[in-house]
């Protein structure tokens, strides 16, 4: 089971980016999908989660302006990205809970991507 992100990039205070992220593999289910954020000489951070059936959670300080979103046919998570601010520079993580045949207790396990870099500046 992999995932693979894409979409990160560089953008001008107050632009817009769109993450994706989808989930390959031999799996049986993805279930919740979130994306997480690092700064530099931070710790790693949730950003917004989703379920498999669409309900969403937001960190305080993205709600607004970060939309998260799932297209289930795809296996793929999105995030959409506006009025950014220098503050969201940061590598940018997606996870999700993924049941294979071997392992589907509490709905699997956690995977992560590879990570990447969003940096917002002028």
């Known amino acids: 089971v992999q995932l693979q992100a894409s979409g990160g990039g560089l953008v001008q205070p107050g632009g817009s980016l769109r993450l994706s992220c989808t989930a390959s593999g031999s799996f049986v289910s993805v279930n919740d999908m979130a994306w997480c954020r690092q700064a530099p000489g931070q710790q790693r951070e949730l950003v917004a989660s989703i379920t498999s059936d669409g309900s969403t959670n937001y960190q305080d300080s993205v709600k607004g302006r970060l939309t998260i979103s799932r297209d289930n046919a795809k296996n793929t998570v999105y995030l959409q990205m506006s009025s950014l601010k220098p503050e969201d520079t940061a590598v940018y993580f997606c996870?999700?809970?993924?049941?294979?045949?071997?392992?589907?207790?509490?709905?699997?396990?956690?995977?992560w991507g590879q990570g990447t870099l969003v940096t917002v500046q002028r």
């Open positions: 996870n999700a809970r993924i049941a294979t045949l071997f392992f589907r207790l509490n709905g699997g396990k956690d995977y």
